[in-house]
């Protein structure tokens, strides 16, 4: 067998060639328990045959998956409901009895400096990006900006859920992002009946990031967004884009343009 990154070719261990008809079963596994995936769709996700002449045929298959064998010790996660359906969980939450109806949505107003014109903007975006409909209306609930007055900082604000008004009080574009994430978080996962109180929330890690491989497993320009997008929803902000390791070398360069040329793609033809 051999095997570059995400890419491997096998072959039966014995002289003679598959003729029609023939059968050939095979396992694929890691060596090292260690190096197993914990992911258990992380097997090859097609296959082809490659015939003796060099020509490929494709061949129809559902992904390979490995057996959820490296899961077996892991802890379960508990069915509890937790005090506030929102992740990460804010750093503290004052419920009270009435709930807020986001059923028609939600429409922002009072926003008038730059930096919350970008706040807008921003949440607007990337909400028609993810094809969310219906979250923004003129019909909705009000949610209003202010400017907090006791410097929450970069990220910090606080989210006042009341039955027909939400306010967001923060004092820098990170701040009213994340409160408007929030609430679109509550929103979904409520069903739109969201509790309202009083949220006050201020990150415990400044970096908070998110890995993505593509040295040796190759992601589509799509996936990457896709991937940047749902961190904004769950308040990521660095990203650890791992492009090169001896598997491939993704990073086009215009000083070293060999290096992408021959090395950045896996594959049949190209290893």
């Known amino acids: 067998m051999h095997q570059f990154g995400g890419y491997a070719e096998l072959a039966p261990d014995y002289s003679r060639s598959l003729m029609n008809g023939d059968e050939w079963n095979f396992s694929f596994k890691y060596v090292f328990e260690r190096h197993a995936p914990v992911n258990v769709s992380w097997g090859p996700m097609g296959t082809f045959l490659k015939l003796k002449d060099g020509q490929t045929v494709d061949v129809f298959n559902e992904p390979l998956k490995f057996l959820n064998g490296t899961t077996k010790n892991r802890k379960k996660l508990s069915a509890e409901e937790p005090a506030l359906r929102l992740i990460p969980h804010p750093l503290s939450w004052e419920q009270e009895a009435e709930t807020c109806d986001l059923s028609e949505g939600f429409k922002i107003s009072g926003f008038s400096s730059e930096t919350q014109n970008k706040v807008v903007s921003s949440f607007k975006s990337l909400i028609e990006r993810c094809d969310l409909k219906g979250i923004l209306s003129n019909h909705g609930v009000e949610v209003c900006f202010e400017k907090d ?22 004092s820098q574009y990170t701040g009213y992002f994340y409160g408007l994430i929030s609430l679109l978080q509550l929103l979904k996962t409520y069903n739109a009946l969201i509790p309202c109180g009083k949220i006050k929330d201020l990150p415990q890690f400044s970096w908070r990031g998110q890995h993505l491989d593509c040295a040796r497993h190759f992601y589509k320009v799509d996936s990457v967004l896709r991937l940047l997008d749902l961190m904004a929803f769950l308040k990521l902000n660095r990203f650890h884009w791992h492009m090169i390791d001896d598997e491939s070398f993704r990073l086009e360069l215009t000083s070293f343009p060999e290096l992408a040329d021959k090395t950045g793609m896996r594959g049949n033809g190209c290893v």
């Open 149 to 170: 007055k006791q410097n929450f900082g970069e990220e910090g604000y606080e989210l006042l859920i009341n039955p027909d008004k939400v306010k967001i009080r923060a």
